[in-house]
């Protein structure tokens, strides 16, 4: 089993240019979420998806991101216009929901907007 | 409103002693708590579990408490070793969703 995928590890961009972050979650695994850490904030649920469906956005500081999940083995999330606040680490996870399974996480891509 | 929030945000150690990380929880709600150790670089990594019927459990040098009555959980680390450095997260789960602490930086000195 690969464990979670992100890509990319590491990105550097502008402010204003959009960002894509991409996430393949385990096989199997039903329930996808997505994170971001920073040290002020720690770990913080953007949103969570359950069979692909997102079923809870709240964590989605605003408008500029949004997040896909357009089949089970594959998420993106989106940051446009991209700030320099946005700079944080963000995580991928995912766990087989109906089984109250543990969360697997990605390595993680590390976003600095300069 | 919810929180998960760690009473002592780091914790120094000398090798081979044991390590005690605390967590306080808010919600009577939740019904499963993780701990997850994250290194740097990395991406948190599961430790150990337990389910709100159960107040411990243990694993390979690390045993987990549960106090439902107050809200707390620990997580304890037997015989600390170097490669026990980390940050360390206690989650909650509500309704399918994870909470996580702030975490807690421990430092194992050789």
């Known amino acids: 089993d690969a464990g979670v995928i992100q890509s990319p590890r590491h990105e550097v961009t502008e402010m204003g240019q959009e960002v894509t972050l991409r996430c393949k979650p385990i096989s199997g695994h039903n329930s996808l979420f997505w994170y971001r850490q920073t040290m002020m904030r720690g770990l913080e649920l953007l949103i969570y998806f359950n069979n692909n469906v997102p079923i809870d956005d709240s964590g989605m500081p605003e408008d500029r991101f949004s997040a896909k999940m357009p089949n089970a083995s594959f998420s993106t999330l989106k940051i446009q216009p991209s700030e320099p606040r946005d700079s944080a680490v963000y995580f991928c996870a995912s766990s087989f929901r109906d089984r109250g399974e543990k969360l697997f996480f990605g390595s993680g891509t590390q976003l600095s907007v300069l | 409103g919810e929180s998960v929030g760690l009473h002592l945000p780091t914790l120094s150690v000398q090798e081979g002693d044991n390590s005690i990380i605390n967590c306080a929880y808010s919600n009577s709600a939740s019904d499963y708590f993780i701990w997850y150790k994250q290194e740097s670089g990395k991406g948190p990594q599961f430790i150990i579990d337990?389910?709100?019927?159960?107040d411990k459990r243990q694993g390979q040098r690390v045993t987990v408490l549960l106090n439902k009555t107050v809200k707390h959980l620990s997580l304890q680390i037997a015989a600390t070793q170097p490669g026990d450095s980390a940050v360390y997260f206690c989650a909650e789960n509500k309704f399918s969703q994870f909470y996580f602490g702030t975490g807690t930086s421990l430092t194992v000195i050789p």
């Open positions: 337990i389910r709100s019927n159960m």
